[in-house]
């Protein structure tokens, strides 16, 4: 049977989340920054309008932003994942063979489906807008690469109110002609200069291309390309069982806080949370992020910071990921800041038993995982518990206060849902 593939992509995902949250920035020019508040990675709909480019150093980008009284926001990844979780989800509910493929993509296997293609890229639309707040363009096409021409299409017309199907479309060829080749997923930079130079500059050249030259300059993968700008799918949907992209664990503080030390015992609870959640998905974690922030809602003395740690060799090891935490933590905390949430992300998930190892590696590992399963079965019984000393032994001044509530997970900004 012939396939056919959606791709749905939120659009201005980061953007977006921030403005499903808070009303006041809807319909406004925003953008948001990359960490260290450094280059502007993401535009709201209105501030690509006003011609602020991707990737700009913010300082650069100042008089532009000033003079339209642009929004701009440091990034919340933590609010990301959580988001990207939830659309993720919503998509499965709409049909069973999905794959994830970044933070706001994903591929949707639509072979064989009897209804009307483009009513359903709507129903796709109508869904994740109702159960997430956020818009999604809809592109169908016969292979992944077409379905990524569609869906930029979709998004770039107006009339197409954010749905294109180029199923067996008479439009098809005029569809290839709109899209530059440097655009055609899969061909990068310099594929794209290679191609300009032999006079191939738009999807539909590149379709009609010589494939024996194709093949002798870009090998395998590029003639894969090129079928599947003819309709020919190479490569299928991996829908392999969704292994954990990254594991977060982030709160807000139930009371502002000002001092390194218990700054530092919030941040170590989160990281031995994340880390026996890593556990219980028998993964070990290449890169860890922590992050730490004061209310971003207040006018003044906003402060956001994080740091990412790669670690040579991937690790589950509580003690190893609280050592390199605690020295983040460090660098991060501002004199004077209150601080209102911080959080942890490890990425870079593998599977446990399947840790490329380091030659002088300085730990034991097998030791280091003999005393984690002790931990986590010592904690495992509701009778026993045993904690880091680093998380402090009192009573912490940061939990929130209303100890007893259960969490607002859909109405208090604070307490939104903890997702892996
Ligand atoms: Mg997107």
Redesign the pocket.
Known sequence: MKKVFALV???N?YASCEQVFAPRLRGRPIVVLSNNDGCIVARSKQARALGIGMGVPAFEAEDILKKHHVEVLSSNYALYADMSGRVMETLSTLTPRLEIYSI??AFLDLTGMTEDRQDYGHTIRDRVRKWTGLEVSVGIGRSKTLAKVANKLAKRSDKADGVLDLTDSPWLDRALEQIAVEEVWGIGHAGAKALQGRGITTARALRDADIAWIRKRFGVNGVRTVYELRQMDCYPIDDNPPAKQGVTVSRSFGQAVEQLEPLCQAVAAFVTRAAEKLREGRQAAQHMTIFVMTNRFSRVGRYFNSETIHFPRATGDTGELLGRAMECVRRLFRQGCRFKRAGVILQGLVDENKVQGLLFDPVDRARSGRLMRAIDGINNRPDLSIRWAAQGLEQPSWQSRCCRRSKRYTTCWSELLEVS
């Open positions: 992509d939120c659009n995902f706001d993509e």
